[in-house]
């Protein structure tokens, strides 16, 4: 259970850390669009298939398997 914690508290601050790292042009189109970033951004993550191509990303450093 504690494996499923550590992940679960730590999404908000992966989103936000992706957010500021990589998606410098999303936040202006979002923000030209009138719409939040995170809701652009999960629009175009809807587009990846199921399973990602088997990329599985690990974003945490302790508890990891």
């Known amino acids: 259970m504690a494996q499923a914690e550590s992940i ?8 936000r850390w992706f957010r500021d790292a990589f998606c410098a042009e999303e936040k202006l189109i979002a923000e030209r669009l009138g719409v939040d970033a995170y809701s652009l951004l999960e629009e175009m993550a809807s587009r990846v298939p199921a ?7 690990i974003f945490f450093r302790r508890h990891a398997l």
């Open 8 to 15: 679960s508290f730590f999404t908000g601050l992966t989103m």
């Open 51 to 57: 399973g990602s191509h088997g990329v599985m990303p």
